[in-house]
């Protein structure tokens, strides 16, 4: 039996949990487990036409205990006696309303199936307007720009909107609330027991990249600003402090309740949280010059740059920039697409339309045999599509698109936008419609880094982590070929969860840094996609046909928000 030290990494993602088990010393997983939010599945709470997506806490929470209990137990039986440290990320901006204990509204009873009581999930755009207005008073109020570190333009996917959306449509969860909580800080104050407010370490990768927190502002936003846009944030504010933290550190040490539950030490280190991209950028590899770009349902794009004396510079139309939001001792730059994987999903719900309307209605066909056929064709289509799209030449289609089906996050965020499709004709099929969403994908990742470039930060190469990446080598040629740079997969199942785990080994002091951490546990690299030379220069030209058509749909789109 081994005597090595091992952690654990704890990823909450948009639709599961995952934990993972993981040897300290070598990085090696010992034993995983992905569990699904059986509520958020049926697609409770939720209002997909309203752009309405809340989590019920307790999914949450069920999940987490058999992912967790699933995981420890595949590691082995003497795995729980040497795990040190425990770290967890989540999506975000994820807030959730709280009472005085911290606790989410929607675990009280009388919230209990209130969607305004519940985690505001990262996709949520119920608040657009407010976001808008945030925006527009940071630059007209005369004081501070408070969205100067988030790229100048505040996003209804961010922490200050939701709130303020939640307040002013629910004067009953309004009135109850005592304090609003990030989703990856409220799991490290549940897995400690943390029930006093001024014990809880509030993330400063949450907190900079989405609440406007900054050592500049001395903390968050000042009253006054908050109080124009809700007479019940400043109050609020008050319950958050005015410190943040890394996730490096100690939240503190695994309650008795959880130290019972799942069979581990009461002296486990449970880590500081933070979002997911910013712990999976390090589980990914990501290092100085490298674009680390997480590849799911949406991106989130991470940079990091500088050092400890080196002047902080400003990048607007970003989604933040925070001192050791990413790696402690470096600025965390963060950028993303709303919509990237989704793009894809989008167009096969498309294509299944007769497999869910005409096919359970035919007569002559078992129910059995219609469920079996539309499984195997859903299963079947973007592989198909992908071996359709990738046999055209790339100059073959006329077709151009805009991957804004869910607004765009960056550069300059703007929820209102939409997607676009143009250079149709009799002749477009499928899969040509299939290649110019991914070349719209790949044009809005390059978007991102012709952003970070024009105002002097470096890219020299690319990672990508997350479902895309590993799923369709066609998507990341086409991504190769549009940034023209090479761009490594990174190799291992969790490489999010792996992150968490290296901050939870830092946080448990096997490591004295991050850096160090993650040299001993990296998981290395699964494959490397280069450019073509000629692919490249061919997409040189259809970029800017890309931005043409985006000005020309944003313009349009502008004029009739003015017209109404």
């Given at each position: 039996m081994s005597s090595a030290p091992c952690v654990v990494g704890i990823d909450f993602g948009t639709d599961s949990v995952r934990s993972i088990v993981v040897d300290a010393t070598t990085g090696r997983a010992l034993g995983t487990s992905v569990k699904y939010y059986p509520r958020w599945a049926k697609g409770s709470y939720c209002d997909p036409v309203a752009n309405r997506f809340r989590q019920h806490p307790l999914d949450y929470l069920e999940s987490m205990e058999a992912s967790l209990l699933e995981a420890l137990a595949e590691a082995g039986a003497d795995v729980p006696s040497r795990v040190r440290g425990i770290a967890v990320d989540t999506t975000g901006s994820t807030p959730v309303l709280a009472d005085r204990a911290g606790r989410p509204l929607a675990l009280t009873p009388r919230f209990a199936e209130n969607p305004n009581a519940m985690f505001v999930l990262w996709k949520d755009h119920t608040a657009i307007a407010e976001a808008e207005r945030l925006t527009e008073l940071a630059r007209t109020w005369g004081g501070v720009d408070y969205t100067k570190y988030v790229g100048g333009i505040y996003s209804s996917e961010w922490f200050w909107a939701k709130t303020m959306h939640l307040l002013a449509t629910d004067s009953a969860v309004a009135e109850a609330a005592v304090t609003v909580v990030e989703h990856c800080d409220w799991i490290p104050a549940v897995l400690t027991g943390t029930t006093d407010l001024t014990r809880f370490k509030r993330s400063r990768c949450a907190a900079g990249h989405k609440a406007?927190?900054?050592?500049?502002?001395?903390?968050?936003?000042?009253?006054?600003?908050?109080?124009?846009?809700?007479?019940?944030?400043?109050?609020?504010?008050?319950?958050?402090?005015?410190?943040?933290?890394?996730?490096?550190?100690?939240?503190?040490?695994?309650?008795?309740?959880?130290?019972?539950?799942?069979?581990?030490?009461?002296?486990?280190?449970?880590?500081?949280?933070?979002?997911?991209?910013?712990?999976?950028?390090?589980?990914?590899?990501?290092?100085?010059?490298?674009?680390?770009?997480?590849?799911?349902?949406?991106?989130?794009?991470?940079?990091?740059?500088?050092?400890?004396?080196?002047?902080?510079?400003?990048?607007?139309?970003?989604?933040?920039?925070?001192?050791?939001?990413?790696?402690?001792?470096?600025?965390?730059?963060?950028?993303?697409?709303?919509?990237?994987?989704?793009?894809?999903?989008?167009?096969?719900?498309?294509?299944?339309?007769?497999?869910?309307?005409?096919?359970?209605?035919?007569?002559?066909?078992?129910?059995?045999?219609?469920?079996?056929?539309?499984?195997?064709?859903?299963?079947?289509?973007?592989?198909?599509?992908?071996?359709?799209?990738?046999?055209?030449?790339?100059?073959?289609?006329?077709?151009?698109?805009?991957?804004?089906?869910?607004?765009?996050?960056?550069?300059?965020?703007?929820?209102?936008?939409?997607?676009?499709?143009?250079?149709?004709?009799?002749?477009?099929?499928?899969?040509?419609?299939?290649?110019?969403?991914?070349?719209?994908?790949?044009?809005?990742?390059?978007?991102?880094?012709?952003?970070?470039?024009?105002?002097?930060?470096?890219?020299?190469?690319?990672?990508?982590?997350?479902?895309?990446?590993?799923?369709?080598?066609?998507?990341?040629?086409?991504?190769?070929?549009?940034?023209?740079?090479?761009?490594?997969?990174?190799?291992?199942?969790?490489?999010?969860?792996?992150?968490?785990?290296?901050?939870?080994?830092?946080?448990?002091?096997?490591?004295?840094?991050?850096?160090?951490?993650?040299?001993?546990?990296?998981?290395?690299?699964?494959?490397?996609?280069?450019?073509?030379?000629?692919?490249?220069?061919?997409?040189?030209?259809?970029?800017?046909e890309y931005s043409a058509l985006g000005s020309f749909v944003e313009g349009r789109l502008g004029r009739e928000k003015v017209a109404t």
């Open positions: 406007l927190w900054h050592a500049e502002f001395g903390g968050y936003p000042s009253d006054a600003f908050l109080a124009q846009l809700h007479p019940r944030l400043p109050a609020l504010k008050q319950t958050f402090g005015t410190e943040t933290f890394t996730s490096d550190k100690p939240f503190g040490t695994l309650s008795a309740e959880w130290a019972r539950k799942l069979g581990l030490s009461p002296d486990t280190v449970v880590a500081v949280g933070a979002f997911d991209a910013h712990l999976g950028a390090v589980g990914g590899g990501i290092g100085q010059h490298r674009l680390l770009k997480v590849m799911g349902t949406s991106t989130c794009d991470i940079v990091v740059s500088g050092t400890k004396n080196e002047p902080e510079t400003l990048i607007a139309g970003i989604c933040g920039q925070v001192d050791g939001s990413v790696i402690p001792g470096l600025i965390g730059y963060e950028a993303g697409q709303s919509a990237f994987g989704d793009v894809y999903a989008w167009f096969k719900s498309l294509l299944s339309w007769p497999l869910n309307a005409i096919l359970p209605t035919l007569s002559g066909i078992s129910d059995e045999t219609k469920s079996d056929v539309a499984a195997r064709i859903a299963e079947k289509l973007i592989p198909a599509l992908d071996e359709g799209a990738q046999a055209l030449k790339s100059d073959e289609t006329a077709v151009l698109a805009l991957d804004w089906l869910n607004g765009r996050r960056t550069p300059n965020a703007n929820q209102r936008l939409t997607g676009a499709l143009t250079g149709l004709s009799l002749g477009t099929d499928a899969p040509r419609i299939y290649r110019s969403l991914v070349e719209a994908t790949a044009f809005g990742s390059r978007a991102i880094v012709e952003c970070f470039r024009a105002q002097g930060t470096r890219i020299d190469s690319a990672i990508a982590i997350g479902g895309v990446a590993k799923k369709s080598r066609f998507v990341m040629q086409t991504l190769a070929d549009v940034l023209n740079l090479e761009v490594t997969v990174a190799a291992g199942d969790q490489p999010v969860a792996l992150g968490a785990a290296m901050f939870a080994a830092t946080a448990a002091g096997i490591y004295p840094d991050v850096e160090q951490a993650q040299r001993a546990m990296s998981s290395g690299t699964e494959s490397v996609y280069r450019p073509d030379r000629e692919r490249a220069k061919h997409y040189d030209r259809l970029y800017d």
